[in-house]
Structures are given as C-alpha cells and as structure tokens.
C-alpha cells in the first residue's frame, strides 16, 4: 500500500522543509515591510499631518527596505549556495577517486543510525548502484544537487514579501481622513501583525497564541514610540 494511501493529509515530498523555509521567511520578509513602514510613516505622522510628506516618507522607507532586504538575501544564499556547491564538487571527487571506501563509509553512516550490517551494506549498495553522488549528499550532508539555493529567487521572493507588508501601513496613514488616519494605521498595522504571528506559528506547527502576543507587542512597543518620538519633535519644532 502506498503512504499516500495511509496518510491522504500528509505530502510525503523530499523538499517540504524547504518549502516551509520559504513559506516562513515570506511571512517574516512580509512582518518586516509592516513593522519598519508602519513606525516609519506613523513617527512621521505625529510630526506632520501633510500627505504628501508621508507618501515621500512610506515609499522611501519601502523602496529602501525592499532593497536592502533583497542585497541581505542575495549576498547570505549566495554564500550558502557557494558552500553547497564545494560540498558536492567534493564528494564527486572523492567517489571518483575511491568509490570503495566511500561505500565503506555509506554503510557505516547507516549502521551508526541503526541498521544492522547486512542490511545497511544492502541499503548503500542499492543506493549507491542507482545514484552515489545523491545517496552520499544525502547521508552525509542533508542535501541534494536539484535543492542548490538561488540566491537571485531568494533575492526577488524577499524583496517582494517586505514590499507587499509595508504597502499595508501605507494605505493604511494615507486613505483615512486626516483626523483618524493614526488611529486606523495602528489598527490595521496590529491586526496585520497577529495575522502574520498566527501564520508563522502555524507553519512551524507551534502554539500560535505566544507567538502572535510576542509580535503584536513587539510592533506595538515600535509604533508608539516613533509616534512619541515624532510628536515630540513636531510639537517643539524640530521637524
């Protein structure tokens, strides 16, 4: 019987970590454009009411925040997918040089996570007859030739998660009225948070309750203080 058979609601599929790896760092690239527009735009709502001066500000704060977190990305998996390809160049050259102690060593890997001889000798043989150079990344490494990071979807995938949440605080301080315009940023920017806290918790399969406390706190602690900060310099006219 298959196991998808066994289990309708599982997707057994080699590459769901890492697709749960890009799902979160979405959700958190998205929490990141919330959190930095929406204290960026609200401090500088409590020193001016002017709309033009708060679309400058949001748009400046989301273009330079996408881009930054684009570079971060690009430059980190860069440096992860350089490391991966050195692993995989090497183990080729040590299965081409000698295929025999590698085996030796595939089957020690498997007795060591507890097969017996026999079988895990049968195991790396098997494996090793079908394709050495993934059987050895996999056992050895965790990691496969087709699962090598591209730091240029990393890139685009980050930048575009942070500038899809912080569109959010900045509609949110420039439809409403003057008058109300803070008010409705800082529900909407806190009900986008727990949303996100909820999300992330999830797909780490956690306890969501914590998780979006911790998060809706934390963005609330940041929204009131750049909002104290900017009254404060608007009401003594520094700004």
Do not use: C
Not at 20 to 29: C, S
Not at 44 to 69: F, K, R
């Amino acid at each position: 019987m298959m196991m998808s058979a066994i289990h309708p609601g599982e997707p057994h599929r080699g590459d769901l970590a890492g697709r749960l790896n890009w799902l979160r760092a979405g959700v958190l690239g998205a929490n990141d454009g919330i959190v930095s527009v929406a204290s960026l735009v609200v401090g500088v709502a409590g020193a001016t009411t002017d709309s033009a001066t708060l679309l400058a500000a949001g748009a400046a704060g989301l273009v330079g925040g996408a881009i930054s977190m684009a570079l971060g990305e690009y430059v980190s998996v860069s440096s992860q997918r350089d490391s991966q390809r050195a692993l995989i160049e090497k183990e080729r050259g040590e299965l081409a040089a000698d295929p025999e102690i590698e085996l030796e060593e595939l089957v020690g890997i498997y007795e060591a996570k507890g097969l017996r001889p026999a079988t895990a000798r049968l195991v790396a043989e098997e494996l090793t007859a079908h394709d050495p150079l993934s059987a050895h990344l996999e056992a050895e490494l965790g990691i496969s030739e087709d699962q090598v990071v591209s730091p240029w979807a990393a890139a685009g995938a980050s930048a575009l998660a942070f500038a899809l949440g912080a569109m959010l605080p900045l509609l949110a301080i420039l439809l409403p009225p003057p008058e109300i315009r803070v008010q409705v940023a800082f529900a909407v920017v806190l009900l986008a948070l727990a949303l996100t806290g909820f999300i992330s918790a999830r797909i780490g399969g956690n306890p969501a309750l914590r998780p979006t406390i911790r998060v809706v706190l934390g963005g609330a602690i940041a929204l009131v203080v750049t909002f104290a900060i900017g009254t404060l310099l608007g009401t003594t006219g520094i700004a």
